[in-house]
């Protein structure tokens, strides 16, 4: 549940008080505690250990997740690319990954 402090909305940051790329992937407010579902990629974390990330207030909440409608059944990012075939049950019919792009 959020805070009055960061009902508004926050920002997330690493130890050190960077920013750190989220996104909102589900919400509830207007009735109840209000609370953010969010997701982000926790990087360099040691492996017998933890990392410890801090919610900051901002005037509005992360980015939502962007999604978009398709009758075929894939996922796609900048690296990666996989296809299923829903008559064969979800298997795979193709996977490509791509090569990272130069700065």
């Known amino acids: 549940a959020l805070d009055d402090a960061l009902s508004p909305g926050f920002t997330l940051t690493d130890e050190a008080g960077?920013?750190?790329?989220?996104?909102?992937i589900g919400r509830a407010g207007n009735t109840g505690d209000p609370w953010v579902e969010m997701?982000?990629?926790a990087t360099e974390v040691?492996?017998?250990?933890?990392r410890t990330y801090y919610l900051r207030p901002a005037q509005q909440l992360p980015p939502e997740a962007q999604t978009e409608e398709s009758d075929e059944p894939a996922?796609?990012?900048?690296?990666v690319s996989v296809h299923a075939d829903a008559a064969a049950?979800?298997?795979l019919t193709s996977t490509r990954t791509r090569?990272?792009?130069a700065d």
Do not use: D, H, M, R
Not at 18 to 24: A, E, I, L, M
Not at 46 to 50: D, E, I, K, T
């Open 99 to 101: 090569p990272p792009v």
């Open 46 to 50: 040691p492996s017998l250990g933890y």
């Open 18 to 24: 960077k920013g750190v790329p989220c996104q909102t």
């Open 39 to 41: 997701a982000f990629l």
């Open 89 to 91: 049950g979800g298997g």
């Open 75 to 79: 996922i796609e990012n900048e690296y």
